[in-house]
């Protein structure tokens, strides 16, 4: 018998990536294709399936290794059902069954989840997370995405709509969030936002490789400041240790609300912050009533650009 494998897909507005994972979570095989998410919900569908087709025209014996397909979907959506419901990036497609579809399409069993749910998923069993039952997984990126992973099953809350930890107030004055509420963790220290704060920054005098490496200021990016501190750049220094510092201030509370067993973050600014990850860890519990929460391990996730696809695999798993 071939071993068990599935099949991940990671759907964004302009592109269908897939992957074959095997039992231990390695992404074997990929392809990618562009994504028609303006056009009809049968287009859209076929891009996905594309997808999937071009993996088993690769690697033929996979049609009878593939147990199942999971599937990362822009929200909102319904994980129980597998139906995706209005994502602003994906017009395409509205109250639409996709898990439904693809089990039609390929036979196997098909879940729809979110990127920040299933890459939370595949850290607690195939990555950073493993060895730890009580896994709390955030992304930090364009915003900050969140999943909660109980003895390797996502928790989900009663509707499907729980670890929406970045939209978490940690200053109720705090400027607007792209949510609507006031000082969100996300409109403080995700990948824009950090941008803005070295923006400002430039704007009020300060002298920077920031500026030089951005051309603008108004063309600053998350990727200059980090550019720039890899250069010992001063600025850029304060910006990510103020980012370090309204982090610290938010797990405290995820610390104090679960207490789990470790930590891991993701996504495109995780790796510029993690130099920081050691005094964090011993500043948590100035920020945190549990005075062990230093204990817990904050932690790099395994997966980077492919989070979505060995997520979506995951999906599998629980």
């Known amino acids: 018998m071939p071993e068990p494998m599935t099949i991940g897909v990671d759907i964004g507005g302009t592109k269908v990536a897939a992957g074959l994972v095997d039992a231990s979570g390695e992404i074997t095989r990929k392809s990618r294709v562009p994504m028609i998410a303006q056009d009809t919900a049968e287009a859209a569908l076929e891009c996905v399936k594309a997808a999937i087709d071009e993996i088993f025209a690769a690697v033929p014996e996979a049609r009878a290794a593939v147990k199942g397909i999971g599937i990362c979907s822009p929200g909102p959506l319904d994980p129980f059902r597998g139906v995706i419901l209005n994502p602003p990036n994906l017009t395409c497609w509205r109250n639409f069954p996709l898990?439904?579809?693809i089990e039609r399409t390929f036979g196997v069993p098909a879940r729809?989840?979110?990127d920040a749910n299933?890459?939370?998923l595949a850290e607690a069993i195939w990555g950073s997370g493993v060895g730890h039952t009580n896994v709390f997984f955030t992304i930090v990126g364009t915003g900050?995405?969140?999943?909660?992973?109980?003895d390797k099953k996502i928790y989900y809350g009663r509707t499907g709509s729980a670890g929406e930890g970045g939209h978490v107030t940690i200053n109720y004055e705090g400027p607007v969030?792209?949510?609507?509420?006031?000082?969100?963790?996300?409109a403080y220290a995700s990948g824009p936002n950090i941008a803005k704060r070295a923006q400002a920054k430039l704007r009020a005098g300060a002298k920077s490789r920031i500026l030089a490496l951005a051309g603008s200021v108004e063309a600053v990016r998350t990727e200059h400041v980090g550019e720039?501190?890899?250069?010992?750049?001063?600025?850029?220094?304060?910006v990510l240790a103020e980012t370090a510092r309204l982090l610290t201030i938010w797990l405290g509370?995820?610390?104090d609300l679960l207490e789990p067993d470790v930590m891991v973050m993701g996504g495109g600014v995780a790796q510029l912050m993690?130099?920081?990850f050691a005094k964090m860890s011993a500043d948590l519990p100035t920020w945190a009533i549990n005075k062990r929460a230093g204990e817990i391990p904050l932690v790099l996730a395994r997966y980077g650009n492919e989070a979505g696809i060995a997520g979506a695999a995951a999906l599998l798993k629980q």
């Not at 720039?228 to 304060?238: K, L, P, S, Y």
């Open 228 to 238: 720039a501190f890899g250069e010992g750049d001063a600025v850029a220094g304060e």
């Open 99 to 101: 898990a439904a579809e």
């Open 144 to 150: 900050i995405g969140n999943g909660i992973v109980f």
């Open 112 to 114: 729809v989840d979110n």
């Open 177 to 186: 969030c792209g949510c609507g509420k006031h000082g969100c963790i996300e």
């Open 253 to 255: 509370s995820i610390v």
């Open 118 to 120: 299933a890459a939370g």
């Open 274 to 276: 993690s130099s920081f």
